[in-house]
Each structure stands twice: as C-alpha cells, then as structure tokens.
C-alpha cells in the first residue's frame, strides 16, 4: 500500500524556481531509499537526485549545487527545490522509492526503484 503522489509542477521562466514534493504513504518506512527521476520526450529516464535513510544525498551532474532535494519523515513527504531552472530542465519529473536503503544514489536506475509516483510535469521557458 506504498503510494507516491507528486505536486508542486508548473510553467515558469528560466531562472526561476519550483518546490516539487511528494507525499508518501505511511507505509513508506523512513528507512526506504527516496529519489527523483525526470524524463523529457524522446529521452530516458534519468536520475535527478537520491536522499538515504541518513539523509545522505547525491545529485546528477546537470542539477548539482541548484537542486537541494530533502525528505521530512514526520510528514512522510519528500522534496524537491528548484532554482535557477533551465529550459533543459523540462521534462516530467517523477519521485521513487526502494524499500533496499543501501546504494541510495542519483546514479542508481529506474528498476531498481518499487514504487513510483504518476509525475508532475515541470516546463521551463527562455
């Protein structure tokens, strides 16, 4: 009974910022490895950014030091703040979650993660 729902997506201006979150369901322990993936069209999946059951976090290339993902357990909610956005950051982005705590890193693949969110679209115009 894992559920993942993602909001806080949207249309801005490029250099703009955006908070995604995704509320989890109780049953998503605090131990669970959380992370965002995005995926634009025509292009795959990839990792955006992975937080472990330390709070320990890891970030692609292409986001790192604008990216700032967290997770605050007594909520049961993970985030994901935007800033100095790109059009290249286009894409939906959705958030993840593994019950295997370990190897908890933006570089980990999509079938490594269980559950998934439905996506909450992000667009960036220039």
């Known amino acids: 009974q894992v559920e993942l729902v993602e909001s806080g997506g949207g249309s801005v201006q490029a250099g703009g910022s955006l908070r995604l979150s995704c509320a989890a369901s109780?049953?998503?322990?605090?131990?669970?490895?959380m992370a965002w993936f995005r995926q634009a069209p025509g292009k795959e999946r990839e990792g955006v950014a992975a937080?472990?059951?330390?709070?320990?976090?890891s970030y692609a290339d292409s986001v790192q030091g604008r990216f700032t993902i967290s997770r605050d357990n007594n909520k049961n909610t993970l985030y994901l703040q935007m800033n100095s956005l790109q059009p290249e950051d286009t894409a939906m982005y959705y958030c993840?979650?593994?019950?295997?705590?370990?190897?908890?890193?933006?570089?980990?693949?999509?079938?490594?993660?269980?559950?998934w969110g439905q996506g909450t679209q992000v667009t960036v115009s220039s």
């Open positions: 993840a979650a593994d019950p295997w705590r370990f190897y908890c890193s933006s570089s980990r693949i999509p079938n490594n993660f269980r559950y």
């Open positions: 109780r049953y998503t322990h605090t131990t669970y490895c």
């Open positions: 937080i472990d059951s330390d709070g320990n976090t």
